[in-house]
């Protein structure tokens, strides 16, 4: 196995299936059935879910006419909202797993303790971080980055919706953009390639975590990679 523990980030937006707002069992399940098999191969795994699906800070925020900040906390209770359904999922097919999250709530999901999360890692829980960072003005992407390296992850897989690695450009919208197969943190900065920010770019950097970026689609994305298949790309 090429990563004994990882961090994976799933976006807000793989939770929506075909609806345009909220939670598809369907994505959620593949999801739980994707990180099942891993675990099952002896992965420790730990999970950092966006919250695009039911509420984006800064653009409905504007809409609402609510301030960034109050947006941002927002976004993040949002975040537990789908950290509690993947829970569920996983529960279903009895893959242990525990909820913390950032912001105290202790009637659905422990506080984030870090010596705590990776001890459920240790005893083979899957273990969800939720709330982001638990402050205004950092993505899902950087508290990403930050619980990976917390938990001295040695791999960050962030499995996106519907693109099946970086590109010179959105494949989406540009159809002369080119996929990168192998490219360094700098080139994430140097090039302003939007797939994920620049702060936790440069937190993998300081850390030496690989990321890999991937389509959450992708048939037994998960378990390709930790069998040392080139799979999305890989940044180094």
């Not at 829980?125 to 001295?152: H, K």
Request: aromatic letters at 6%; one cysteine or more; proline letters at 3%.
């Amino acid at each position: 196995m090429k990563y004994k523990r990882i961090l994976l980030k799933i976006s807000g937006e793989a939770l929506l299936g075909s609806q345009e707002f909220g939670i598809d069992q369907e994505p959620v399940k593949m999801i739980a059935y994707e990180i099942k098999k891993a675990r099952d191969l002896g992965a420790e795994i730990a999970v950092v879910v966006g919250g695009g699906n039911i509420f984006r800070g800064m653009r409905n925020s504007k809409n609402l006419g609510m301030d960034q900040a109050s947006g941002d906390y927002v976004g993040m209770l949002a975040t537990v909202m789908n950290a509690i359904a993947l829970q569920s999922a996983l529960n279903k097919i009895e893959v242990p797993c525990r909820v913390q999250s950032a912001i105290e709530m202790h009637q659905i999901a422990e506080p984030y303790i870090r010596h705590r999360a990776i001890r459920h890692l240790e005893k083979g829980r899957v273990v969800i971080f939720a709330a982001g960072t638990g402050n205004p003005f950092f993505t899902t992407d950087t508290a990403a980055a930050l619980r990976a390296s917390e938990i001295n992850a040695e791999a960050m897989l962030m499995a996106k919706n519907g693109v099946d690695g970086v590109y010179t450009d959105d494949p989406r919208k540009n159809k002369e953009a080119k996929k990168l197969i192998e490219i360094n943190y700098d080139d994430i900065i140097k090039n302003d390639l939007k797939v994920m920010d620049t702060s936790a770019c440069t937190l993998c950097k300081q850390n030496n975590i690989p990321i890999v970026v991937f389509d959450f689609c992708a048939k037994d994305g998960i378990l390709r990679i930790l069998n040392g298949e080139r799979l999305g790309t890989s940044i180094q």
